[in-house]
Each structure stands twice: as C-alpha cells, then as structure tokens.
C-alpha cells in the first residue's frame, strides 16, 4: 500500500477496522450488491469488485467504531484478561438464563463494582449493555441460519417476554425479527 498512491486512501480504515466498524445500513447494502454476482465473475473481476467494496467502505461516513482500543491494546493485566474471558464464556453459556452483575459477583467472587469496572473498561460499556448485544447478536445468527420461531429463539437467548425482545431488537437492528430474518431468505434465494 505504501507504493501505491491510490491505496493509501484506505489505510484511516484499515487503522479503524482494529476497533471493530460498524457500517451504515446503506453501505451495507452497496456492499451486498457488489458482492451478490463475485462469484459467477472472473478473478481478475473479482479484484476489481474487491477493490470497490473497500471504496465504498472507506467513503462510509456513518460507519462508527464499536471498540474503545484496538484488541490486544487494552489497559489491563494478564489476570483480568483471563477474569473477562471467563466471564464472557459463562455469559455466553448462560445467557437464557436471567443473570444480573450480583449473580456475576458472586460466581466470580467479585463486588458488583469491580465487574462493572472490568466491562466498562475492556469493552467501553457496561455489563448490562454488553448481555444485551450479546444476546441479541446470538438472536441474529439464529434468525439468519434457522426456521426456529421467533418466540423459541428470544426464550433461548434470555427474553422471557416476546414484545421486550421485538421492542429491544428492533431498537438494535431498525427491523422487526422478522423483517430481518426475511432479509436473509430474500438473500438466499
């Protein structure tokens, strides 16, 4: 890149793209078009398409980051790196369950303030804002990969009421569950 003039334009979003960019809705779907035809394309086509997905996601103007620090980069020590990993492993393994930052404290051995303090600090949001993305994420990946009901997918990510978990994944996504799932199975076919 640095031999290249016209390669360098993108060098702000590859820094970027160490603290995780999220893109606007609309270049998202610039990206999907671009990208819906590659593989049916030549190989020197498909350079070129690479080339303007990277285009596009340089222009993006809305896109923001989603990391405080850049992985790796972080401010804290070996021991409450491994603390954090443990404990988004059980949130992971337990997120159909209700959990609140007591329950946390208590299966880590930790004040309520010490884990809210570890969240705020690794991940730049609190443990509460960090369980919802988390669950929601795995909500959209059941969305796109299964024919689930929605009403057994928000129970197995730890929404006990199906207009909470509506009203919070359209609030996260601007789309219904089902218009989001009806995204991927327009996509598929």
């Known amino acids: 890149m640095a031999s290249c003039e016209e390669l360098r334009n993108l060098t702000p979003l590859l820094e970027r793209s160490k603290l995780c960019i ?4 609309r270049t998202a779907e610039d990206v999907f078009q671009l990208l819906d035809d590659c593989p049916n394309t030549s190989p020197i086509d498909q350079l070129a398409t690479f080339l303007q997905v990277l285009s596009v996601l ?3 103007s809305q896109s923001k980051t989603l990391l405080p620090t850049a992985l790796g980069q972080t401010k804290i020590d070996d021991a409450e790196r491994a603390k954090i990993e443990k404990i988004c492993d059980y949130l992971a393994r337990n997120m159909a369950k209700p959990i609140t930052l007591a329950d946390l404290g208590r299966a880590f051995h930790a004040s309520d303030s010490s884990i809210q303090r570890l969240f705020t600090d690794h991940f730049g949001e609190s443990f509460s804002s960090y369980l919802k993305k988390l669950r929601l994420g795995h909500a959209c990946s059941e969305l796109q990969m299964t024919t689930k009901p929605i009403g057994l997918i928000a129970e197995s990510v730890g929404y006990r009421n199906l207009s909470n978990f509506n009203r919070q994944f359209k609030q996260y996504k601007q789309l219904t569950p ?12």
Do not use: L, P, V
């Not at 999220?22 to 809705?25: D, K, M, P, R, T």
């Open 22 to 25: 999220e893109f606007s809705e």
């Open 58 to 60: 340089a222009q993006d």
């Open 178 to 189: 089902r218009k989001y799932r009806g995204q991927f199975k327009r996509g598929a076919s």
